[in-house]
């Protein structure tokens, strides 16, 4: 077998074989982010990469090529070598936009991983996002390097000479500070002028304290062992389902705010209602009660919020990490989480 390989590979038939594979470079679908649309665009009639020989195909096993579409997180990132693993040799990969480079827009994200620390990486394609003409280049820069075994340089970057006295500019190194004083500050705004929104106010302020924040927009602050009962009376007007719940971490008040947006399905008038149901709790001991019973659209919602904030939800039945790696450090959306020197997730 290994002789047969050999003959392929080296024999007379190695030139038609590298030939094919020029002209067959299959990418696997694995949209990771928004450098997929560019993906599409490319593939589409416009720009029809299929001309160079290229075809994208969802099935890991009979492709060739990875193009990774910008940002990879950890959890991506077992799905890009667990993809990569599966795929037959020769393989290549090729990483298009800053995300995939040195991490882009996300550059101080706490969850984002170079694919290039995950699968061994022929070309990067510049950009944010990159054009689909660049993809295209991209396809044939391997395709010459498939064809002559060694990568062409495709630019040429000229040195500037930094002028005299001035020092190049240093990027801030994470991880970040936290500043005790908010950075913006919301204007209070005029009164709301919203009739319904007013008899609206009146029945909840027996609740809490209710704010018109904007039309079709109430704010209801509640104390921590009111929230239950407080949604309880919501549900009995005629609200029915959790759209959001939200965590607001402050830190240099020791606090995490946490809000429910509440609205109806089922009552006309409700409906374009957005009631924004909160609370403060402690950062030492973030508990509050779950609502998943009394609206069970907040249950994932709570979920994901245990996972980025730590903030336990007493009722909701699941406990554990939902959306995160299991190796993720905890907390990751706290604003005094400390990013981790970059390394990858693991073989
Ligand atoms: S490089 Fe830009 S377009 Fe591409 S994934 Fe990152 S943010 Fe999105």
């Not at 009739?195 to 029945?203: A, H, P, S, T, V």
């Not at 109806?264 to 409700?270: D, F, I, P």
């Amino acid at each position: 077998m290994e002789e047969f390989t050999k003959f392929v590979r080296g024999g007379i038939l190695g030139p038609i074989k590298k030939w094919g594979t020029k002209w067959s470079l299959w990418p696997v679908h694995l949209v990771t982010a928004c450098c997929g649309a560019e993906l599409a665009h490319a593939f589409a009639c416009g720009y029809d990469g299929e001309r160079i020989g290229a075809l994208n195909y969802g099935i890991a096993r009979q492709t060739n090529l990875i193009i990774v579409e910008g940002a990879i997180t950890r959890k991506m990132a077992r799905v890009l070598r667990i993809t990569w693993e599966q795929m037959p040799d020769p393989k290549f990969v090729i990483v298009m936009g800053a995300c995939g480079l040195n991490g882009g827009i996300f550059w101080n994200g706490y969850n984002l991983v170079k694919p290039s620390e995950v699968v061994p990486v022929e070309f990067f394609i510049p950009g944010c996002p990159p054009t689909p003409e660049a993809l295209l280049r991209g396809i044939r820069q391997l395709q010459i390097k498939l064809d002559k075994g060694v990568a062409e340089n495709s630019l040429t970057f000229s040195e500037i000479a930094l002028e005299k006295g001035k020092k190049p500019k240093v990027l801030p190194v994470s991880p970040k500070v936290v500043s005790n004083a908010p950075s913006i500050v919301v204007a209070v705004k005029k009164a709301v002028d919203w009739e319904f929104g007013k008899q609206l106010c009146d029945r909840l302020k027996a609740i809490g304290r209710a704010v018109i924040t904007a039309k079709n927009r109430i704010a209801l602050k509640v104390e921590v062992e009111n929230l239950r009962s407080a949604a309880m009376k919501l549900k009995d007007l005629g609200f029915d389902h959790v759209k959001s719940v939200n965590v607001i971490d402050v830190p240099n008040e020791g606090k995490f705010i946490v809000e429910f947006l509440i609205s109806s399905y089922s009552v006309k008038e409700l409906m374009p209602v957005l009631v924004n149901l909160y609370t403060e709790i402690s950062r030492k001991e973030p508990k509050i009660s779950s609502l998943s019973d009394i609206f069970p659209s907040a249950d994932y919602l709570e979920r994901e919020m245990q996972d980025f904030f730590g903030v336990n939800f007493v009722g909701n039945p699941w406990k554990g990490k939902f959306i995160l790696a299991p190796d993720t450090p905890e907390f990751p959306l706290r604003k005094d989480f400390k990013l981790e020197a970059e390394s990858y997730v693991g073989d």
